[in-house]
């Protein structure tokens, strides 16, 4: 795929890479600006289970279990 794109580019090779950097920042830019936004809501990153209720919640008042200085 890469290489079609290379010999499809016009000019010689330094056109081509800065063609090529173009394209790619161009890539970046569209997935940052409407790609990812769009995706976000249907991803769980937001989905936490921790909720510090119960036991366990770190306080330090129980004991270390063996081989771990307090």
């Known amino acids: 795929m890469y290489g079609w794109i290379w010999r499809h580019l016009p ?19 569209l997935l940052f600006q409407y790609v990812f ?10 989905d936490v289970t921790v909720d510090g209720t119960g036991s366990g919640t770190g306080t330090g008042t129980g004991s270390a279990p063996e081989g771990i200085a307090r």
């Open 11 to 29: 000019g010689n090779v330094w056109v081509r890479a800065l063609l090529s950097l173009v394209l790619a920042l161009g890539v970046v830019f």
């Open 37 to 46: 936004p769009w995706a976000e809501p249907l991803l769980p990153f937001n």
